[in-house]
C-alpha cells in the first residue's frame, strides 16, 4: 500500500515547520497532537488553515507537521508557509492564487541582533553633552 504524503518546509522568525500533506477528511495534527489543543489561540488555529481555506481543501486534506522554534504564531505561521508549499507541489495551478495571497512568500523578517556599544539593536546609551 503506497500512501501519497507531499513534504514541505515552512519557516518563520526561527519557528520551523516540517509539513506533510496526504489526501483525508481534513485531520489536521501539530506534534502528535491535535491542531485544536497545540494552538490554544484562535488566531493561530485561523492563521495555520488560511491556505487550505483559500483554496476551499480544508476537508481534502490531512495534515500532520513538526513544528520547532518561535512562539506560537510563528509556528502558526510556519505551518501556513509549509501547507501552500505542499499545495502548490501537489499542483502547480494552485500557484498563483496562493502567491496573490502572499502564503508562499517567505517572511524575512527576523530579530535584529544587538551591536557592541549600545543596550539593543536599535537602542543608543544616553547621550551626555556635557
Known amino acids: 500500500m ?5 513534504y514541505a518546509t515552512g519557516k518563520r522568525k526561527t519557528a520551523v515547520a516540517r509539513v506533510f500533506l496526504s ?12 491542531a485544536d489543543d497545540y494552538f490554544v489561540r484562535e488566531t493561530s488555529r485561523m492563521v495555520m488553515r488560511q491556505s487550505l481555506e483559500l483554496l476551499e481543501l480544508l476537508d481534502q486534506f490531512d495534515v ?7 512562539g506560537h504564531s510563528a509556528q502558526a ?17 494552485r500557484r498563483p492564487s496562493l502567491k496573490r495571497a502572499g502564503f508562499l512568500t517567505r517572511d524575512a523578517r527576523k530579530k535584529e541582533r ?6 539593543g539593536a536599535r537602542k543608543r546609551f544616553q547621550y551626555s553633552k556635557r
Open 2 to 6: 503506497t500512501e501519497t504524503r507531499t
Open 23 to 34: 489526501p483525508g477528511t481534513g485531520n489536521i495534527k501539530v506534534n502528535q497532537r491535535p
Open 64 to 70: 500532520s507537521a513538526t513544528v520547532v522554534g518561535g
Open 77 to 93: 505561521e510556519a505551518m501556513r508557509h509549509g501547507i501552500a508549499r505542499a499545495l502548490c507541489e501537489l499542483d502547480p495551478e
Open 114 to 119: 544587538k551591536k557592541y556599544g549600545q543596550p
